[in-house]
């Protein structure tokens, strides 16, 4: 059965059972309705313990129900009787109380939970606001200053800060059920506190929505959530328990319609599937327990930490020991910042370097189970640190390349046990970019390719599996979105006027900033190496400027001039004057139509890229996008965006028909 009672004495104990993870659907929702009208025609029975069979508390909706008619009883309805029970409800957590799960245990009187438990409202990451009562009976709760970091966040909160916070009431030791039938006996012999719907909501300092609204303005980026969530919060605390409400449901009605609900739903089915591909079903991986990293620089560094974050030992190698000290410098410093910035404590970044084996002697990684190179993205290079693994790695050892352009079949030459061979793609910084592409070669074994998924999730990022090709799905994107920024500056269109398009279309940052950032020379060195080994390669107007010393922030001046000690981008007389023959002035553009060419320009990269096979599905291409290059969330990726468009919209936005690669991504070939 879905729910279950049991009676310990005057205490009923009801149990739900949905697995996977407890998810709100009708037979749930149902179930609970009748054990509350059951169990208070029950004159034995003076309090209720909610608690959940399985991995955790109530997670959420079901998203089976996703784009559904919603059948009765509704969610806030439940709630409600729940809260207006004539018996005491607690709240047993453990796991997580997500959305609706936490809604159902905001009904509740009391709350307890297990100490790695956590609660939270991550609806706004679904384009949707709570929607049965979370954004009116939290600050009832708490606050709205706690409130509305829940709602226009989403991000949940572990069951101690939960304590401290008051979201729930006690942190329970030992056995959950048993903590809180003894909670719910002792409870029911003091005065009960009022239900949240009788509380009032304290209302917050002056001036204090006005500051919410431009934090949480400035954070959305263009999301339309996280400010209707606050907007409700606010109605909650200014008006009555009733009014709130209605206007709660209303908001979350307009948005679960709205397309960035709709984008938002695409990424999260996107995620959840990518990290178990069909392909893999019932491949084992290689056991990995210990890690090495050929490379102590940012990248090497980076991917360093990210495996000692997930409690994996790690050899770094360097060429000589003075470069083995600033790689183990380099690694520091990533600790530091973690330490300074409150993610790890003294004691934690202590831990994190006395796992790692630093050496300039390749023999020592005879008995480790993967090793991944980062080194200088130079074939010759990376074919030597090969040699030397080969010779000296086990058979069965897991070697890999980080390499981001290069084909690693050409790494690979020569490489005993090629099966065991696959390229790793850490995007940088490695210990903090979600994304990692997975490019096997036709030699690697299915269970090596399975290696790299189970160590994405280690790790905590999100995997894509790619082809093989010039900068595999993303880079290759990344380059053909620039050359097309390219051209709009040829157009005549202001390149500060090209990022503000972009930014205001949700990217943090237009193309020409994050080249400054970056570097421009990273991209015009790539550009001259394959120049140099006869490949036909057009010139770029990036390609002037680093000839003319403007490599980005770093020289001082690159697509924008900067002051010392100031990052802030400044229009350049001197690249207009480097610039100037390059310009041929055509028909101007606002801000959202340079935007709209822009994704479009990736579209039809991407749509040229799944018709070669180098990534299998267009939501793997709106997971790198979005996870490796910021391209914005709740725009759903380039791919979502642009069957959003329909033909139509693209040959609008691209000036000219759709490739029949994309016409047939759009279904429409």
């Known amino acids: ?128 606001v709570p929607g049965a009562g979370g954004t009116v009976r939290t600050p009832r709760l708490v606050g709205a200053e706690q409130a509305v970091a829940m709602v226009t966040t989403g991000k949940p909160v572990k069951a101690p800060k939960a304590l401290s916070l008051g979201l729930i009431d006690t942190v329970i030791e030992g056995d959950l059920r048993a903590g809180a039938v003894a909670f719910a006996r002792e409870a029911i012999e003091a005065p009960l506190p009022a239900p949240l719907c009788d509380r009032p909501a304290s209302a917050p300092p002056e001036g204090f929505w006005a500051a919410q609204d431009t934090t949480v303005a400035k954070a959305a980026r263009g ?96 060429r000589d020991d003075d470069a083995l000290e600033r790689g183990l410098a380099n690694l520091g410093g990533i600790f530091d910042g973690a330490v300074k910035r409150g993610r790890l404590t003294p004691e934690g970044r202590a831990d994190r370097m006395a796992g790692v084996t630093a050496t300039t002697d390749y023999g020592g990684l005879a008995d480790v189970d993967l090793v991944i190179e980062a080194v200088f993205e130079e074939i010759s290079v990376k074919r030597a640190v090969f040699a030397q693994l080969g010779a000296v790695c ?66 905590g990022k999100m995997p894509v ?71 036909d390669v057009p010139p770029t107007l990036g390609d002037i400027l680093v000839r003319a010393g403007r490599k980005g922030q770093k020289s001082g001046g690159g697509w924008y001039d900067y002051t010392p000690g100031n990052r802030t981008p400044q229009p350049s007389d001197a690249v207009a004057e480097l610039l100037a023959g390059e310009i041929h002035p055509g028909p101007e553009m606002d801000r959202d139509a340079v935007a709209r060419r822009l994704v479009a320009e990736m579209a039809e990269e991407a749509a040229a890229i799944l018709a070669e096979g180098v990534a299998t599905q267009p939501s793997d291409i709106d997971l790198v996008k979005i996870h490796g290059y910021g391209f914005p969330r709740w725009r759903g990726g380039p791919m979502f965006h642009a069957m959003q468009r329909g033909a139509e919209g693209l040959t609008q936005d691209l000036g000219r028909s759709p490739s029949d690669a994309l016409m047939a991504v759009l279904g429409q070939d």
């Not at 439940?78 to 005491?88: M, N, Q, Y």
């Not at 607690?90 to 509740?108: M, N, Q, Y």
């Not at 070669?441 to 994405?456: M, Q, Y």
């Not at 599996?465 to 900068?471: K, N, S």
């Open 1 to 128: 059965m879905v729910v279950s009672i049991a009676r310990e004495g005057e205490i009923a104990v009801i149990t739900v059972d949905n697995p996977p993870v407890n998810a709100l659907g009708h037979a749930l929702r149902q179930g609970l309705w009748d054990a509350a009208e059951t169990l208070d025609a029950d004159p034995g029975i003076r309090a209720v313990v909610l608690i959940c069979a399985g991995r955790t508390f109530i997670a959420g909706a079901d998203v089976t129900e996703f784009g559904k008619p919603p059948v009765p009883p509704h969610l806030p309805d439940l709630v409600a009787r729940i809260e207006t029970a004539a018996k005491p409800w607690v709240a047993a957590i453990h796991g997580s109380a997500l959305g609706g799960g936490f809604e159902v245990a905001l009904g509740c009187r009391f709350r307890v939970a297990v100490a790695d438990a956590s609660v939270g409202l991550p609806e706004v990451t679904l384009g949707i």
């Open 223 to 318: 999301a339309a959530a996280p400010l209707r969530a606050l907007a409700c919060v606010k109605r909650a605390v200014t008006g009555d328990f009733a009014d709130a409400l209605a206007f709660e449901r209303e908001t979350f009605l307009d948005l679960r319609g709205s397309d960035q609900a709709a984008a938002l739903r695409h990424v999260f089915f996107a995620e959840r599937a990518a990290p178990r591909p069909k392909s893999l079903k019932g491949v084992v991986p290689r056991p990995v327990a210990t890690a090495a990293v050929i490379g102590g620089g940012t990248m090497g560094a980076g991917i360093a930490a990210a495996l000692r974050n997930a409690g994996l030992p790690v050899v770094m190698v360097e």
């Open 394 to 459: 086990r058979p069965d050892a897991v070697l890999a390349t980080n390499t981001s352009y290069l084909d690693p079949r050409d790494i690979a030459v020569g490489l005993l046990n090629p099966d065991r061979f696959i390229g790793l793609h850490f995007f940088s910084p490695a210990h903090v970019m979600k994304l990692l592409e997975i490019v096997p070669t036709p030699d690697t074994a299915p269970e090596v390719l399975a290696n790299g998924f189970a160590l994405a999730k280690r790790l």
């Open 465 to 535: 599996q790619a082809g093989i090709c010039d900068g595999f799905i993303g880079n290759r994107i990344l380059k053909h979105y620039r050359a097309a920024a390219e051209d709009l500056v040829r157009a005549g269109v202001p390149i500060a006027e090209i990022d503000a398009a972009m930014r205001g279309f949700g990217m943090a940052m237009g193309p020409f900033q994050a080249q400054d950032l970056g570097g421009l020379d990273i991209a015009y060195l790539q550009r001259e190496g394959a120049r140099a080994r006869g490949e």
